[in-house]
């Protein structure tokens, strides 16, 4: 069976992260991103968010971003325009994708060919994650954390880590290769090993 694949879906390269189940807060100003907002919250759509590894987006001009191979698909859930004409967004994250093609149309918005990546099924959480659901609750609190309206739920593993991920303040270097893990225990073990290189 072949993974389902998407064509010209419409990206937006950024220098953070987004994980499954994660809440980004977005200020849009340029055009382009201007438009894709208003078409996805006309169409109740979505778009992909890649990490930007290097290269710049503003204006859409230079050499062409080098962009992240894994991605996570966004849906906006709460929006307002503010009175300078931004437009500011909270997106929520859903499936991740492999970012097979990208390109810039006409309009210099960057489209690519996605495959949608098969999620395996989340595991209880062990034991040695008692510490790691107690720092989740802790971040939770903040106020910043709810007026995005995080969910307070997590029922499983690799969601843990997916929220953790989103929430904690690391660089988007450390924390993009936890979005390639598939497995959940996997993703939960190199979350461990950043955190106790990040500690020493």
Known sequence: ??????????????????????????????????????????????????????????????????????????????????????????????????????YRDAAGLNRGRVEWLSEQADIPLPEEAEELSALLAQLLEHPHVQRMGFSAEVSGTGELVNRLAQLLPLSPEDVYPLLEIDEPLHRLDALHDLLESLSQ
């Open 1 to 102: 069976m072949h993974a389902e694949q998407q064509d010209h879906y419409p990206l937006f390269p950024l220098g953070g992260v987004l994980f499954p189940g994660g809440r980004m807060a977005l200020r849009i100003f340029e055009r382009r991103y201007l438009d894709l907002l208003r078409n996805t919250l006309r169409d109740d759509g979505h778009f992909g968010i890649v990490h930007l590894h290097a290269g710049s987006e503003v204006d859409g001009k230079g050499d062409e971003p080098h962009i992240a191979a894994v991605g996570c698909q966004a849906r906006v859930v709460d929006w307002d325009q503010t009175e300078d004409g931004l437009l500011s967004v909270v997106v929520e994250g859903g499936p991740r994708f492999r970012l097979l093609h990208s």
